[in-house]
Structure formats: C-alpha cells, structure tokens
C-alpha cells in the first residue's frame, strides 16, 4: 500500500493512527490505494478512546508530571482524556471513579478508598490503577523499597542513628508501604525511628510535622515527599532548627523544585513521567482486549544533595 500510493511505510501507518499529522493531499493518495488494494484498517488502529483519569489532588506537583505524561502518551496514541479531582476527600473520589467509569476506560492514580470500594465501583470497566496495588487490577507502581532503604543508609553512613518519617496521607497505599520498608531498614541497621502523624501531602502539611520532628529528639527525618519536606525545612527554621546543621532532611518524589531551593533537597527519585504513560500503554491494552493487561514496577534513586549532613555532635 505505501508503495502504491508512493509514501513511505511510517507515512502509511500514521494515514490510519495519526491521519492529522499528515497533508490533506498525502492523506487522500494512501486512502485511495488503500481502497483499491481492499485494506480494512483494524478497529484498534482507528479508535478513539476517551480515558477517564482521577487524580487525588492536581495541584500536587507529582500528579501535574504525571498529568503531563498520561495527556502526552494519550495525544501520540489519538486518545482523548478527561480528569478528575477528588481534593483529598474520600466521598468526591467515590463519585469521581463513578463518572470516569462511564467513559472507554479509566486510570486511578493514587486513589484513597479501600480496594473493596474500589472494586465494587470499578466492576468490570477497563481500569489500571497508578501508584497503587489493587488485586486483581492491572498497575504501574513507583518503586517504594530501593529509593528509600537507601535514604535510610546514607543517613545511617553520615551517622546518624536516630530518624523521624513524617508520614503523608491516612490512606495512601504509598505512604503505608514506604513507612514499612524505612522501619525495615532502621531496624536492620539499629537505627531509632519516630513514625510522625499522618498530615497532609503538601508544604503545609509539612508545616504541621515540623515541632513534632523538633520534639521528637531525632537528628534526620524522611517525609514522606518533597513537599512535606520543604515545609518540614520552613517550619522547623521558624523554630530554630536548622537544616543541615541540627537536622538533615529527605524527600521522595524529586520534584523540579527539590534541586532549586537552598540547601538542595536530598530525595528519592520517583520514575513518575514514565509511569504515567506505561499506564496509557496498558489501558489501551486493557480496551482493545488485544492482550492481557498486567503489572509493573519502575525503579527508584536516591538523590543526595545539600539537605543531608552528619549530625552535629551532641
């Protein structure tokens, strides 16, 4: 067919998956050779698919990175997508996935509820969760084990032998499994660990945590992302508590601004752009029943920078 309608095989391909990238005259000529040769081209080469996407909260700097890549991945693949945000509260999600489930399939991204909950309402729709683990549904996860056990060695390496982890979300599957492989590894090394309240995913929330950290004696803490730690830094400056001198500060996201502000944030890096469209990839899977949708998990990395010293001596 290309050679017919004198295009390249990329020209051809893209007349029947992205025909608006091509001119009006180059897009006739393949379609009339495809109509004299009798192609028919597969219902999952034309398709267009509106996806459903949930979000917790958009204005997280991680769920606009993520946002970015699902919107970039959807526009290369001619998907359409609508997104929902549930602000943090369990009762918007509810109706949220809800209203995402009528569309042609639907991505959770962190959600809150309980998997019972979340199954129930999912039911039989296309789905693939983001970030989270939901049994028997298909996921892309952001590795919560490597990047973190070595926040807790580097630290351990600096010297220090007493870590606070200022918890994220009640009800964030991440925040659970990130807090149980922290203990693991201050429990293998001998390390002290205070687990902080649960506060919001956010530099106020972080605000919130900074005199229970400054109370609890520790000499380093983990939050539980960047922007918990940024405002555990600014609370606790309010306070007196200086960061790296009297206290060394972890995130875990690696958000653009971790590497702007002074001291530079130590963090864990999260693969989040590359997990947003893996889960395009499988829910188009999941939609065109071509292939079984399954599971992943992308690595993460510690990044050190200036947040991170060794305790001052006591």
């Known amino acids: 067919m290309a050679r017919r309608a004198g295009v390249s095989i990329a020209t051809a391909s893209r007349a029947f998956g992205e025909p608006d990238r091509l001119a009006a005259a180059t897009l006739d000529r393949v379609l009339v050779a495809a109509g004299e040769l009798g192609y028919v081209a ?15 909260d958009v204005a997280n700097p991680v769920y606009a990175t993520l946002l970015k890549a699902i919107q970039g991945q959807a526009w290369h693949s001619r998907h359409r997508i609508a997104v929902f945000d549930a602000d943090e509260d369990p009762r918007r999600e509810r109706e949220q996935i809800e209203r995402a489930r009528e569309l042609d399939g639907m991505l959770l991204c962190s959600p809150r509820l309980p998997d019972d909950e979340v199954l129930g309402i999912v ?49 964030s599957w991440a925040d659970a499994r990130r807090s149980l ?39 380093a803490v983990i939050a539980y992302n960047d922007l ?40 864990v890096r999260m693969p989040i752009a590359r997990c ?18 399954r599971s992943a998990t992308l690595g993460s990395q510690l990044i050190v920078r200036a947040s991170t010293a060794a305790p001052a001596p006591r």
């Open 123 to 171: 039911g039989e729709a296309p789905c693939v969760v983001v970030n989270r683990s939901i049994d028997p549904l298909p996921s892309v996860l952001m590795d919560t084990e490597f990047g973190p056990t070595q926040a807790v060695e580097h630290l351990v390496a600096l010297g220090h032998r007493h870590v606070a982890y200022a918890s994220g979300p009640r009800g």
């Open 181 to 219: 492989t922290i203990e693991q590894a201050c429990d293998r090394h001998g390390v002290t660990l205070t687990r902080l309240g649960h506060q919001a995913a956010s530099i106020q929330g972080g605000r919130a945590a900074a005199a229970p950290t400054a109370a609890s004696g520790a000499t």
């Open 42 to 56: 597969s219902q999952t080469a034309t398709a267009r698919r509106t996806l459903g996407v949930v979000f917790p």
């Open 276 to 293: 947003g469209a893996l889960a395009v990839d499988l829910l188009a899977e999941a939609i065109a029943g071509t292939a079984p949708a």
């Open 228 to 267: 918990v730690a940024l405002g555990l830094e600014a609370g606790l400056s309010e306070l007196g508590v200086t960061c790296p001198d009297d206290i060394s500060i972890v995130g875990i996201d690696d958000i653009d601004l971790a590497g702007a502000v002074t001291p530079g944030l130590t963090t």
